[in-house]
């Protein structure tokens, strides 16, 4: 099974920009769809963006759509998240997830493959 390592949370201010990465091990990478997930405090773990196994198609919660870009390289076994124009509202623990589903069911699904341990994003006001 894959395992995941996100990287690149920090903090940043309104306005602001982030890159999140999640590398995979393994050689099966291009097998999984990925997704990124977050959690704010005292939240449920929400949907944020989902991208196909080729890269083709890409899914975006309503509340990151235009803001947020997720992309990958199969070669390098790593999805990325471009956060532009961050709010406070997207403070949050950061999580990638991998499955071999469907990108587009990921937001729907419980009980996804694998799932990395997270990254803090902060975004002051």
């Known amino acids: 099974q894959v395992q995941l390592v996100e990287s690149g949370g920090g903090l940043v201010q309104a306005g602001g920009s982030l890159r999140l990465s999640c590398t995979a091990s393994g050689r099966t990478f291009s097998s999984y769809a990925m997704g990124w997930f977050r959690q704010a405090p005292g939240k449920e773990r929400e949907f944020v963006a989902a991208i196909s196994r080729t890269g083709i198609s890409t899914y975006y919660a309503d509340s990151v759509k235009g803001r947020f870009t997720i992309s990958r390289d199969n070669a390098k076994n790593t999805v990325y998240l471009q956060m532009n124009t961050l709010k406070p509202e997207d403070t949050a623990v950061y999580y990638c997830?991998?499955?071999?589903?469907?990108?587009?069911?990921?937001?729907?699904?419980?009980?996804?493959?694998?799932w990395g341990q997270g990254t803090l994003v902060t975004v002051s006001s």
């Open positions: 997830a991998a499955d071999r589903g469907t990108a587009q069911a990921m937001g729907l699904r419980n009980g996804l493959d694998a």
